[in-house]
């Protein structure tokens, strides 16, 4: 699934007698999850491998996250992920299982990193409550 999929754009036409400022063209977001932008440093392995690789997440929701990973993925491996956080003064862990949805081979290899759209598939107990309360604290930030 590309993220185009979860985007619709609406044009709004003007009505007889509105002023031109009236007309427009808004995003309409079709996620069931909302995605936080927030960048959070991501430990990774593929489940059938034990070697552990650095990524980076940029945004994220109760559904998945949108990832930078320093190797190629195909579509569909399935990763065990861990994502790192600080609250207050200590460093907290959300881990789970992760597959990844879809590529974005637009991203130039010759950047060192690949973009990846992963969808969670579990978590170990607890951090799914993790990721909400980190969600739902890091929304209220950018609302202000």
């Known amino acids: 699934m590309g993220p185009r999929k979860y985007l619709t754009t609406v044009r709004r036409k003007k009505k007889k007698g509105e002023s031109r400022s009236k ?5 309409v977001e079709r996620r069931k999850h909302p995605r936080i932008r927030i960048e959070l440093p991501l430990d990774y392995s593929l489940v059938d491998r034990g070697e552990t690789h650095r990524g980076s997440g940029v945004n994220t929701s109760e559904g998945g996250l949108l990832v930078y990973l320093p190797e190629a993925m195909e579509i569909g491996a399935v990763l065990k992920i861990g994502i790192l956080f600080v609250k207050g003064f200590e460093q ?18 010759a950047w060192g990193e690949y973009r990846y759209g992963l969808e969670f598939q579990s978590f170990q107990e607890g951090d799914l409550q993790k990721l909400k309360t980190l969600l739902k604290e890091v929304g209220k930030t950018h609302e202000r």
């Open 23 to 27: 007309e427009g063209v808004f995003v």
């Open 92 to 109: 907290n862990v959300i881990q789970g299982i992760a597959k990844v949805g879809w590529s974005d081979l637009a991203t130039p290899k």
